[in-house]
């Protein structure tokens, strides 16, 4: 084809395109995932009888803060890392800032335990289980993020594919907190984290096939 | 006269708006720019060439929610440039080692020069056609002083003249504007 007809079709009937076009399609990836997400609990796994009751004492709070602090860091990097120019990236490493604090916790839920009770407040009663729902949770938002990128124009694939998974991880770890009974910081920092970081690898690792464009 | 910064990316938040014409000038303006990239540093033929550019074309189209207004419009599109370029390498399973090239790009410095290009243009755009002449002739496409009288059909010691002054108006103005 040549050129100027190509520039013809292409200036046909353009449409506006908003100044926060990136951050919309971006959010409407994850929540379209997460409502999937959210689903397959309700059917499967079933919400926490106590949901309620729970959500009116502090251990749901400190996994919430936890899971939603890391899930917005993660979908700034998303964003930045969607434009083809994300510029300096130093400043990501605040992504780390929650896991310091919930680590901080965990220190404190250790002193003020007995040593006897360290294993069993470490594993609680879901920790073969946690990472892989997690993981699993994270399969439909990260599939709604692969759908936003196919407006982006990410340059780092690999980056931006870690990037999509860990927003996707730790998001499904939100969602995953309806379902999930345990109350421990130590908990949720060893088995949430390493089900978003399987979330975040496998990212890492199909990133440069399917974000390319 | 190559189109500069803030003309291309005043087209481009043009068409964001939804500015047909806006973005057709755009496009268009984009074409020789893209060209003259992929002509650098690529040795392909010029079927190859316009392949790329036009491949560039599309997604500066597609993906044009993805520019952010408040940036420089030239660093977005060489990034998409040189992303399509790597992707047309990997393509055609060429050997280059993939990391190191993003590198010698960047270092080569196109984009920088180019942009210094243009706020060249923009400077010279502010004195009197002679002096701006002289000094693009002279000091920009290294003709000589003799080459550049005989193209302007004015004598030497005017082409002389006219670079020293316009170069005294322009080290002015910007000693101004950093004031």
Request: hydrophobic share 50%; with cysteine; aromatic share 8%.
């Amino acid at each position: 084809m040549n050129t100027d007809d190509l520039i013809a079709s292409l200036s046909d009937g353009v449409q506006p395109v908003g100044r926060h076009a990136v951050g919309l399609r971006l959010a409407l990836g994850v929540i379209g995932g997460a409502v999937v997400s959210i689903l397959l609990i309700s059917v499967t796994l079933g919400f926490r009888p106590d949901l309620w009751l729970a959500m009116q004492g502090p251990a749901f709070w400190m996994k919430w803060s936890y899971t939603v602090s890391l899930s917005a860091g993660a979908i700034y990097a998303t964003a930045r890392l969607a434009r083809p120019d994300p510029g300096s990236l130093r400043r990501l490493w605040l992504i780390a800032l929650p896991v310091l604090v919930l680590a901080t916790l965990g220190l404190g839920e250790l002193i003020t335990t007995p040593r006897s009770e360290w294993l069993a407040m470490w594993l609680g009663h879901t920790w073969t289980k946690c990472p892989w729902l997690v993981l699993a949770l994270a399969m439909p938002i990260f599939v709604g993020l692969l759908w936003s990128f196919r407006q982006m124009a990410p340059t780092r694939l690999r980056a931006a594919g870690a990037a999509a998974g860990l927003a996707a991880g730790a998001f499904a770890a939100t969602v995953y907190c309806l379902h999930c009974p345990e109350v421990s910081a130590i908990f949720v920092l060893t088995w949430y984290s390493l089900g978003i970081l399987l979330a975040a690898s496998l990212g890492a690792l199909v990133g440069p096939r399917l974000l390319r464009w | 006269m190559r189109a500069n910064e803030d003309q291309l990316r005043a087209w481009m938040i043009g068409g964001l708006d939804g500015d047909a014409a806006a973005h057709a000038s755009l496009l268009r303006a984009l074409v020789p720019l893209l060209r003259s990239f992929y002509r650098r540093r690529m040795s392909a033929g010029p079927d190859d060439i316009e392949d790329l550019v036009q491949e560039t074309l599309i997604a500066v189209h597609t993906r044009r929610g993805t520019y952010d207004r408040d940036r420089v419009f030239a660093a977005w599109l060489f990034a998409i440039a040189r992303y399509k370029m790597i992707d047309q390498f990997r393509r055609n399973r060429r050997t280059v080692p993939i990391e190191g090239l993003e590198d010698m790009l960047v270092a080569e410095g196109f984009e920088e020069s180019s942009i210094a290009r243009m706020d060249i243009g923009d400077l010279l755009a502010t004195l009197p056609a002679k002096q701006a002449g002289a000094i693009r002739a002279t000091r920009i496409d290294g003709a000589s002083v003799a080459e550049a009288a005989n193209a302007a059909g004015i004598g030497e010691s005017d082409v002389k003249v006219s670079v020293h002054r316009g170069l005294k108006a322009l080290a002015a103005r910007i000693a101004g504007q950093r004031l």
